[in-house]
């Protein structure tokens, strides 16, 4: 199920058949549209992917809160059972890591790399991310049109992340485009996916290696000089790896997405993005309502129950797997009025983009600084920025795991908007 999930989906605890399927193209075309369908349908779903693995899929904002603060829902594989869904098939050295991990040993890890991402660390970072922005901005001023996911939403968060693990310039690339290949691999060829993946473990092997030799000041020196000087709690090799895995795909993963989809948000909303234009102090608790709105990730890691579990009003055995939607619990009418619309005069009350409980996600307040960032400098750039083709011809990844745009084209001068 990592791409699609068209799937026979019934109500809790009813045999196969006796609902309407969950439409794979449908959740692709429209998300939003089929998860208010199946919201409406009941808040639990037995549905079966195109891999025929099995899952259980959680849409309603309440049960998605609770499930994901619930310590019976483990994130760690070996307590899967066998032939259900159980996410990305990875190489054990980058397979533990924390999205993969309970409590003790996520307690452990996310104690030692918590302090990356400090709200005085993050504060640090916020002028060079605003250089790293300038600097992509200035590369396509001149341009008049511009693929902004390829031009700015993707080289920004890769840039910064790097930076801040310590990975040379020359590899970012690559690690651009393994880290596709894991977003959405391609059912019709595997092989790719499991390239990339053996890929970043042969880098990161060796340039952990080089940190040894040259440590430098970044985190990934950090790390390993935790590794191999830290007490009993230090990390294994594995741990380590891992780590750095995760910290690289995921930095790069949700902001890319978080930006590429809150841009397109505001060109289909210009009176929000000439009233964010007007008064940039607006943006940061905009960029809660974009997260809001149209999260980067549809659906959080997968969990599996450690004991027969109530969610819902469904019983989900033992060690079967739980999807738990976010993108359906952002748009919950008892939780959010009125939540197909963009509001960013909405008062927070919780959107689940992030995550919720002890696996909130570590990198939440980078990835708030560098979206805010990016659209201040991009609003205040290009003011008669606008789509240079028509809306329906946008393309999406294709997968109901990570939602984000292929490409972004623009047109970022009023008089080069020809074309369309």
Known sequence: MQNTAESGSTPPNTPAGDAPAADAAALLADPYAEYDRLR?????????????????????????????????????KKNGVVGNYSGLRLPPALDANLGNMDPPD??????????????????????????????????????GRADL????????????ICDLL????SNRPDFRAWTDALIAPDPARPELARAAAGNMLRFYTELIA??????????????????????????????LTSLAFIIHFGGYENVVHLIGNAVLALL??????EELRSNPAKLPAAVEEFARYDAPASL????????????????????????????????DPEQFPDPDRLDPHRVPSGHLSLGHGIHYCLGAPLARMETEIALSALLGRFPDLCLAVPRDELRWRP?????GLISLPVFCHPEKRTGI
């Open 149 to 160: 996911i390829a031009s700015f939403a993707a080289p920004l968060p890769i840039t910064v």
């Open 40 to 76: 409406k349908a009941g808040p639990v779903h037995r549905i079966t992917g195109t891999d025929g693995r099995p899952a259980w899929l959680v849409t309603r904002y309440e049960d998605v809160r609770q499930a994901l603060a619930d310590p019976r829902l483990s994130l760690d």
């Open 268 to 273: 289909d909303h210009p009176d929000v993005l």
């Open 300 to 331: 959080a890691v997968r969990r599996f129950p450690l004991e027969d579990v109530e969610i819902g009003g469904a019983t989900v055995p033992a060690g079967e797997t739980v999807l738990l939607s976010l993108a359906s619990a952002n748009r």
């Open 399 to 403: 997968s109901i795991r990570a939602h």
């Open 106 to 143: 996520h307690t452990r890890v996310r104690r030692l790399v918590a302090k990356a991402f400090t709200p005085r660390r993050i504060e640090q970072l916020r002028e060079p991310v605003r250089q790293v922005a300038d600097g992509l901005l200035d590369a396509i001023a001149d341009e």
């Open 210 to 239: 080089a940190k040894r030799t040259e440590p430098g000041d970044d985190l990934l020196s950090d790390l390993v000089r935790l590794r191999d000087e830290g007490g009993d709690d230090r990390l294994s090799e594995d741990e």
């Open 166 to 169: 310590g990975i040379p310039a």
